[in-house]
């Protein structure tokens, strides 16, 4: 019997409404690991990461002196179970969930995991961590008997094909919030942690393209978006810096412009999932690939989100519409995305605030008003979308900032990266990459 028919037959001996956690460890996760290649040496129930314990964790065994049963150091994957009469569909016991596995998979003892899974042997959702970042890699699934199989060859496949990449797309549909800024700087900050980076401008404006200075090569992005025969190589420039390469990139090409028009869009391959196609052969290929798009929600932005994992989004703390559009990506354009991609992705990363003054400090008083007043007027919109620091018992309703510097804005005109200009600057954009990206 292979194991996936083994996992359909401990499957069907559960009680539809069995109320026993360890049930379901013992006869649905215990055997999922094992249908997902992991043997008993290499799975190992209730593991200490160091912020609780886990249900089950696994690692293969590649140095047979070092058997992850006996000692169980460096998991690969962690996953959480739950008794059936948890509902882990949707609502608040699945939001639960997703919080405690990301917490496990960030905390001291995982370092090295790179995948987790919560499952009550009804549902099941696989999601992958690229350093700090815990972000869906399938959508929560149905289980059934009928579809187990084809759910784990799916699962299977991801966790043996770990993709480079963390693919981030930053965008608030409100013009000025500093997307082009964050995306520019984030590139060359990450650059400093030894990370290699593609951006790819995706505004057909190209203030990306300008304030680099790179031109577009012989073969065009518009060409490669119209005809997917093209190798997506032949548009990959190099950005450098006293020629030293800092990071890769996608020009705009002038005809870009033309896509601004629906009926020119019609010529591209499907539509606005063609971008995500002609990135997929670089995600091997680099740490990050990040995506500037324009402001308004059409051709270019709705293909810079269908194509990412995550969504960064910065505001402006003196800008309330800033505020409403955050919400309203966060409300209608992500899940929007979110249902036609069926994969579980791209989420939102907490917003943050761009251009802070040193005197916004009631600025800012007046923008946490805004901002629980959309929690409560919003219920998709979750309060850590915003305040990634709000506990239970701390109310801690901290937001990212990255000041208001003028070297930020003058730079562009130099072709450098503010971050290169001034070593404040760098320290800034140090900090977001760490808030966010890089677990150090
Ligand atoms: N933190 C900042 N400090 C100073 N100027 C900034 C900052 N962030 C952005 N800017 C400036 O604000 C303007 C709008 O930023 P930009 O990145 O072009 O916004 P978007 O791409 O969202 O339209 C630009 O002139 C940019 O140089
Ligand atoms: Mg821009």
New binding site residues.
Partial sequence: MTEASYLREKLESISPTERVERIVVQRFAVPLLQALGFDELEIREEFETGCGQVDLAARKNVDPEDIFLRSPKNPYLLLEAKSRAVNLREGSCYRDAVCQIESYLLAKNCKSAKWGIITNANNIQLWRKHGKVVHPATANLDISSDNIESIVRNLRDKIENYERALTVCVY?N?????????VINLAATLKTKGKKVLVVDFDSQG?LTGSSGVTPGKITLTQCLKDPKIDVHAIVQTYRLRGIPIFDIIPRDPELETLTDSRAVAYIPKGTRRLRDLIAPLRNEYDYILI?CP?QWLYFSQSGVFAADVILI?TRPDDLSSLNNAARVITQFIPETARSRQDGGPIALPAFF??VSSRSEHTIQLANKEIWKLINQEKSVDLLHFWPHFKKGNENKSIFR?????V??SA?FERVPAVFRHRKVLEYYQSLAREYFIDE
């Fill in positions: 608030n409100k013009g000025g919030v500093g997307k082009t800024t964050t203030d500037d402001t910065p761009n251009g990255i000041p208001d510097y003028a930020i804005s562009k």
